[in-house]
């Protein structure tokens, strides 16, 4: 069995005078959708990032994020100021006072404090701008976490089969009940058309709609290609176990075609035994397509 989508790694990594943690979880999903959380100061990576995810991963909603340790961070962080809007601040202070002097009205000179908390005078940067070394440290650390995501989606998948594979198992099984209480349905049933063609042909009913009514009551009632069509999907399954590379959205399908049959052979059993194996089909499928929501 390939990956199961359901997997979680975390790992620690230091370099470039650096040092971080990863955590990456993935759960089912349709496509591919990455969610990361990573630092914007550093420039390139989450591109990087994404890039070697696609690379690796094929489906699933996976999060990942990429925590620096308390020292790196404030190491890496300093705050400057921004001198455009520093001039530009100042420039507008000054006119202000130039103009209260003007009409005689005296204002107090802005103090430090006020002047620093203006939008865009202080910002918090990253000290030294050349952060393509710490980029290229945390790739190099990336395939490592990416080994451990995959062992763990790996033993996921491993459980995820064996479920499965039982489940296929079980169905076989309700295939083979079903076969037995057709046969037994088969006497009853002959009974039943007897006394309804009785009734029939005392009302002297045209040979031409006498046959047409026998021809109807055969089909709504034949439920060999239900389960001839369910043992196909049996082997299918199977078959797709054995199958290398993703094969979710194949038995996603499959699972369909399951459900199908099951419902039309509830739809024809017109009899109890027979009604409440294809329920107990149909609650088997059921929970597998649950299991197979989550293969890779």
Do not use: Y
């Not at 759960?27 to 990576?45: A, M, Q, S």
């Not at 369909?256 to 329920?279: H, P, W, Y």
Request: hydrophobic share 50%; glycine share 6%.
């Amino acid at each position: 069995m390939r990956m199961s989508m359901t997997g979680f790694a975390t790992r620690k990594g230091q370099a470039a005078g650096a040092g971080w943690v990863w955590d990456l979880r993935g759960v089912n999903g349709k496509g591919l959708d990455l969610r990361l959380r990573v630092p914007d100061w550093i420039d390139g990576l989450e591109p990087a990032l994404r890039a070697e995810l696609g690379k690796a991963l094929g489906r699933g909603n996976i999060s990942l994020s990429l925590r620096f340790s308390r020292e790196a961070v404030e190491e890496a962080e300093a705050l400057r100021l921004h001198q455009p809007t520093l001039r530009a601040v100042l420039a507008a202070m000054a006119g202000v006072q130039a103009a209260a002097r003007e009409i005689g009205v005296a204002l107090a000179a802005p103090s430090t404090a006020e002047i620093l908390s203006q939008r865009g005078v202080v910002e918090t940067g990253v000290a030294d701008e050349d952060t393509a070394p710490l980029r290229a440290a945390i790739l190099a650390d990336l395939p490592l976490l990416l080994a451990d995501f995959a062992a763990s989606r790996a033993a996921e998948g491993r459980v995820l089969a064996q479920v499965i594979a039982g489940q296929i198992d079980r169905i076989a099984a309700l295939r083979e009940a079903a076969w037995e209480q057709v046969a037994l349905r088969a006497t009853s049933q002959a009974a039943t058309l007897k006394a309804q063609m009785a009734k029939v042909l005392e009302a002297d009913p045209d040979p031409a709609r006498l046959a047409q009514e026998l021809a109807l009551i055969a089909v709504r009632t034949d439920v060999t290609e239900e389960l001839d069509r369910l043992d196909a999907h049996v082997a299918a399954a199977r078959t797709l176990m054995t199958e290398p590379g993703p094969i979710g959205r194949k038995f996603d399908f499959l699972m369909q075609e399951f459900m199908r049959e099951a419902n039309t052979l509830c739809s024809k059993a017109q009899d109890i035994a027979l009604t409440r194996v294809g329920l107990d089909l149909k609650t088997v499928i059921d929970q597998m397509r649950e299991q197979v929501q989550n293969v890779e």
